[in-house]
């Protein structure tokens, strides 16, 4: 219902950069509610958004989400591929976008260690904890969890 009210007003002001957080948000829910094709299309709609109105935070967000929702979909490969555009952009000069970095390492991390990629997987989430750790991440512990169980 918020949603449908937000996508409203978002409509009616012709706010691009409200959209594209409407079209993130969309799909972070979607993905928490495990509707993975309404997940799909909301990235894929931000994307689109993200790509052709310069919006590189939204872009870089939603690099995530979509490697999330691969990672669901048990395409590790192509988390991989997401993930490392995602953190390609992050850490760009021109960007420093040390969260979308943090998120996108930790993601990293995530797809090589099923890959069973596991010193290369390591090396990203130890990285990722290190951010994570500095910007005061609350998402910390997740990173935290997921080295101890590569490092067993």
């Known amino acids: 219902n918020h949603l449908q009210t937000a996508s409203e007003w978002i409509l009616h002001s012709g706010s ?3 959209l594209c957080l409407f079209h993130l ?4 829910a979607a993905g928490d509610a495990e509707e993975r094709e309404t997940a799909q299309r909301a990235v894929h709609e931000g994307l689109h958004l993200a790509r052709a109105c310069g919006l590189g ?8 989400v979509q490697a999330e929702i691969n990672l669901a979909r048990g395409d590790a490969p192509a988390a991989e591929h997401v993930a490392r555009e995602a953190l390609w952009r ?3 000069a021109d960007c420093c976008f040390v969260w979308g970095e943090a998120e996108a390492r930790h993601l990293l991390g995530k797809a090589l260690a099923i890959q069973q990629r596991i ?5 990203a989430l130890e990285a990722a904890g290190q951010l994570r750790q500095c910007i ?3 998402r910390l512990e997740e990173t935290e969890r997921l080295l ?3 490092m067993a």
Do not use: K, M
């Not at 948000?25 to 972070?28: D, E, F, G, L, S």
């Not at 872009?59 to 995530?64: A, G, K, R, S, V």
């Open 16 to 18: 691009v950069e409200h």
């Open 25 to 28: 948000v969309r799909a972070r």
């Open 57 to 64: 935070l939204y872009h870089i967000e939603l690099l995530c």
């Open 90 to 92: 992050a850490a760009a």
């Open 119 to 123: 010193p290369e997987a390591r090396d």
């Open 136 to 138: 005061g991440d609350p």
């Open 148 to 150: 101890s169980s590569v």
